[in-house]
């Protein structure tokens, strides 16, 4: 009996890594494709901090979102988007877009295509949305677009910013006419309270990749008013704006996927204790 | 003389700028600010004027491995994608007024390759973390315990089956999130912040000559 015990400690601790993949993939692409419905529990104050905040703006209040999501991000942060792009129309806020790396000027095209119904074409284009893309050079990029809203002279399309509408009745011209700043990605948002929040005392939100969140935390709340914390944060958001959708459809996928990695987890360490305790006959 | 023009010149445009810039966050006078962010523009400027150096500097490295007849298929590949899809866009926007954003054959690139090659890279970490989680991820002692708790806490109150299992775990959760994982956070980028004015006092100083070639 003892030896049969220390061998399933053994195989347990030698198992083939392929049926570890094998149960991932399971547990993942099963709810996926045949959705189970686990209610998504209480909505975190991270996400309902953002969610009021955007929804006691006034009208015509400009929001701006920065796209950093690489497309490895974007399965977090594009609903985010989505669901506050979402938020932020129906609410008759005005939303300036723009991109700190070239491969997330798609994503900002996808989510005015899918809330929107167009980009620019758009009939409010250039009135209550603008699209500025790609603005190199990173957190030096911010601090020039925060000191000034033409520090860019034209838009992604390649339209005269200082025709548009959009920004007639600016007194500013620079951050201090926003409301927020909205992050999305998976780098970091302290540039966005080190150039445009501590500066202009516009606040920072977040929809951002689950690895970032625990550098959200030092600047929550007073700095980074609240934020969507990766796809579940997303899902709260997009339930809030009473619009589920990808972030939502993914929870499932999601709390499975955290089960099995938490149990194989406790597994592994079951077999390594119990390996260590009774050690093999022959040893 | 080569001293002055080679150090003591550079030297002091660097202090003359520094304290410029320095001065923008603290005065609130347009014409100042004003000028600010045109330095600001300049660093962007410069910034994209060295990716154009990096692209040719690429090239040029490839050119010289290519005389010297070394096999670089994949990398000629590479290159060559790179410069087509480059003159393919910028043609299309100088003469044509299309903008990249909107260009179909960079679209067609970027979400038929770009995107899912990204993405699947990326989500591939999902299996290799599993798979190292449960072979690697041991409580062989405190700290290790310590890690492998709160890991596995804040890994379900991310997701909505751990207020299933326990109405305690969101909560957990939260405190590890809101304490000791703020306060690890905050020592760590003020250590940062820290270090980063230290190394601009020794540059004002003239102590660190790195960014003016070499030391000599």
Redesign the interface.
Known sequence: MATETKSLYAKLQEMDVRYVYLLILIVISAPVLKPIGLPLGTISAETMRLYQYINNLPPRSIIVMEADQSPAAAAECQPAMVANLYHAVSKGLRVLFFSPRTDAVPFVEAAMKLVLGASSDHPNYGKLYVNLGYIPQGEIGLAGLASNIFFTTRDAYGNDLRAMEFFKDLPNKNARDWKLIIYYGASEADHDVRQVTDPYGCPTGGGVAAVLVTRMYPYYPDKIIGFQTGLRGAAEYELLVKRPGEAAAGMDAQSLGHLAIVIMVVIGNIGYYASRKKPSEGE | MSQIVKRHIPHMVLVAVAFFMAG??LLLEKPY??L??SG??V??II??FA?LLSVTMLSRLHVRRVQRKTKVIESSVLLICMWVTLIWGFFR?AFQ?V????EFAV?QV??AI??????T???IL??F???A???A???RSVEATLL?LA??IV??G???????ISGHI?SLT?WI??VP??AG??VI?LSGIIGIVALYVRIILGYERGWMGRGD
């Open positions: 923008d966050t600010n004003d600010a962010s600001t523009a660093v962007s910034g994209s990716v926007f007024g903008s990249p954003t909107k679209q970027f979400n770009v995107s899912p090659g990204d993405s890279i990326y989500s999902a299996f973390i599993a798979a989680a449960y072979r991820f041991r409580a492998l890991g596995s890994m379900l991310y997701a909505p089956i751990g207020e299933m969101p939260k999130m809101d994982n703020t956070n905050r980028i």
